[in-house]
């Protein structure tokens, strides 16, 4: 542990050294000998902090032989006290030793220096001061973003040359004159290019800047050449983000080079492009793989997300030529049942969202989550919809379904499917691993949720109250994991019902839940009862479309939301896979989490 004065002591030790060292070549030239303890003429001594429970003491080396003592935590009248001076020969001090509560670690000299540090550490340091989310205002875009990180920059050689790596690592642009400047500063040095892991364009718009479509076009910041030569000049990048504000720009030489001419390119993400120019593009190039049986695409993550107008053949054709495969967004696309069992069984997926497809098939889908290799170890699946437009699981469907899903399991969407009551006794196991369960829309009631959090005594499938049988069914009991629910669209779920003492949702039997997603009507309902929710301890918020019914949360143990599957992302119930593990902002916050 190191404190805000380790720099002025080790100063001081440094100072204290070669003094002693002098002293000691005094004494050499004049024949006088000192004893073992007069050579320790100084120990270094540190008040103790606050913060810190303990330390230790080791004395300097002298003559490269280091030794450690204990140190006495008395103080002396001498003005030198604060460093914990000890006059020469003091052996009384010397083995004392302080008490257990007055120890740390005595920093070197050259300890007290940020530069000394490995450049692999100093480095992973500097990513701290990264920001994913630019600010929101455009005026101070460029001064506002990173800006703890650019003064690291002036601080010294070897600060520079990590910053400056981390600088460059992560590029982000909102606007085109932005990514106009780094093209400009790639160009007098290409070496910058080779630095860029993540190129992202999530945030990119011309909203705010006074500029039209057709303008941006005139500018030439930002165009299907730039955009190219910015890939060629980052042979080493790793992610791309992009998304419909730029899909004019992504024509077709920009996918070739996006789908085969970057070896080390792991993750891209094309977010609601679907203008016509972009569809085109996008089967011109997938078309290659037809005349090159061999070549494959070596993406892991794709996000298609809203991409409705790309053609069921390119999807098909894209998707039987990506072996390694792990999280694959196929929202509301034209995605077939072909294509789908056309993923190669060497793929792995974890993230897998096919909700609103309506080109798919409840039989494909369940053979493919059943039998495919690919499906075997899923963490996110989305298999949602909306009945009033299209079902993709009727009751029947649904029974075979529950029984398949992994344990791997983490987050379920289920919206729309046909489930009722029958279909409790399949879900509860599930929301033994589950942490979010989607069920919106469908034919389950608020006692029906919750079974999910009764134990056995008090639950309707178990009525016996002979106590050994009680007993041996709790100590086999696995508690409810689940820490959100979407119940959106149940009748039986009112602003009354919810609030009732005999729903076990809102009270600690529910625990560990803490979000519960409502409609647009109930949430005005709940907004308007300030004084019960602050009795019953939840509150409502809304994002977008999206409303929530939160429990409010106090103290250290409170859940931060994170999880590794979430990929940087802390709110719960997110509708948009992400690709890039990275705070979420932009247009990709939209998808996720406001429709």
């Known amino acids: 542990m190191t404190t805000p004065f380790d720099a002025e002591i080790a100063l001081a030790e440094a100072q204290n050294y070669e003094l002693e060292k002098r002293k000691q070549s005094e004494r050499s030239t004049t024949g006088s000998r000192s004893s073992s303890v007069d050579s320790v003429v100084k120990v270094p001594f540190y008040v103790k902090n606050d913060r810190s429970d303990s330390y230790s003491s080791v004395r300097e080396e002298l003559d490269g032989l280091p030794q450690s003592f204990r140190v006495s935590s008395k103080r002396t009248s001498d003005p030198n006290s604060a460093l914990g001076e000890y006059p020469d020969g003091d052996e009384a001090a010397i083995a004392e030793g302080p008490s257990e509560s007055n120890r740390w670690p005595c920093p070197q000299a050259s300890d007290?220096?940020?530069?000394a540090l490995p450049a692999e550490v100093l480095e992973n340091i500097l990513e701290r001061l990264t920001l994913d989310v630019p600010p929101t205002e455009y005026k101070f875009q460029s001064r506002g973003r990173n800006e703890d990180l650019v003064a690291c920059l002036l601080t010294s050689k070897k600060l520079y040359a990590s910053a400056h790596r981390v600088l460059y690592r992560q590029v982000t642009f909102q606007h085109s004159y932005t990514f106009s400047k780094f093209m400009d500063q790639v160009r007098r040095d290409p070496e910058l290019g080779i630095l860029v892991r993540r190129l992202d364009l999530s945030h990119f718009t011309s909203l705010?800047?006074?500029?039209?479509?057709?303008?941006?076009?005139?500018?030439?910041?930002?165009?299907?050449?730039?955009?190219?030569?910015?890939?060629?000049?980052?042979?080493?990048i790793r992610e791309v983000l992009l998304q419909l504000h730029v899909d004019q720009d992504v024509d077709t030489y920009v996918l070739l080079k996006l789908f085969y001419g970057l070896p080390k390119l792991e993750a891209l993400d094309l977010c609601a492009s679907s203008i016509a120019n972009f569809t085109e593009s996008f089967t011109n190039a997938v078309s290659r793989l037809n005349s090159h049986s061999s070549l494959t695409i070596n993406l892991q993550r794709l996000c298609l997300h809203e991409c409705s107008t790309l053609h069921s053949d390119s999807l098909e054709l894209l998707l039987s030529r990506m072996p390694n495969i792990t999280i694959l967004d196929l929202h509301h696309t034209r995605v077939t049942d072909k294509a789908l069992i056309s993923i190669p069984h060497s793929a792995r997926l974890t993230h897998l969202n096919v909700g609103r497809c309506p080109s798919l098939t409840a039989d494909v889908v369940l053979d493919f989550l059943a039998h495919h290799p690919a499906a075997s170890s899923l963490v996110w699946l989305s298999l949602s919809c909306h009945p009033s437009c299209w079902r993709l699981f009727n009751e029947d469907e649904v029974s075979a379904l529950l029984p398949t899903l992994p344990s791997t399991l983490r987050s379920l969407n289920l919206n729309g499917a046909k489930i009722t009551r029958d279909h409790i006794p399949a879900l509860l196991p599930l929301t033994r691993h589950l942490e979010e369960l989607s069920l919106a829309h469908t034919d389950l009631s608020l006692d029906n949720i919750s079974t999910f959090f009764a134990r056995p005594e008090s639950s309707p499938e178990n009525p016996s109250r002979d106590p050994t049988s009680t007993s041996s069914a709790n100590s086999t009991w696995t508690p409810c994991t689940l820490h959100y629910l979407d119940l959106t669209g149940l009748t039986s779920l009112t602003q009354p019902a919810l609030i009732s003492r005999s729903n076990a949702l809102l009270s600690d039997r529910s625990l560990p839940l803490e979000v519960i997603e409502v409609s647009a009507k109930i949430k005005t309902s709940l907004s308007k009862a300030k004084n019960t929710n602050e009795i019953l301890g939840w509150g409502v918020k809304e994002v977008g479309r999206r409303s929530w019914y939160v429990r409010q949360q106090i103290g250290a143990n409170a859940d931060t939301g994170a999880r590794e599957w979430k990929m940087g992302s802390r709110w719960?119930?997110?509708?948009?896979?992400?690709?890039?593990?990275?705070?979420?902002?932009?247009?990709?916050?939209?998808?996720?989490?406001?429709?």
Not at 112 to 115: I, N, P
Not at 572 to 580: E, F, L, N, Q, S
């Open 112 to 115: 007290a220096s940020l530069g």
């Open 208 to 236: 705010g800047m006074g500029r039209t479509q057709k303008l941006n076009s005139e500018i030439q910041n930002m165009t299907s050449k730039s955009l190219l030569e910015c890939l060629k000049a980052t042979p080493r």
């Open 572 to 595: 719960w119930g997110m509708r948009k896979v992400p690709v890039a593990w990275s705070e979420v902002g932009g247009l990709f916050s939209h998808y996720m989490y406001k429709t």
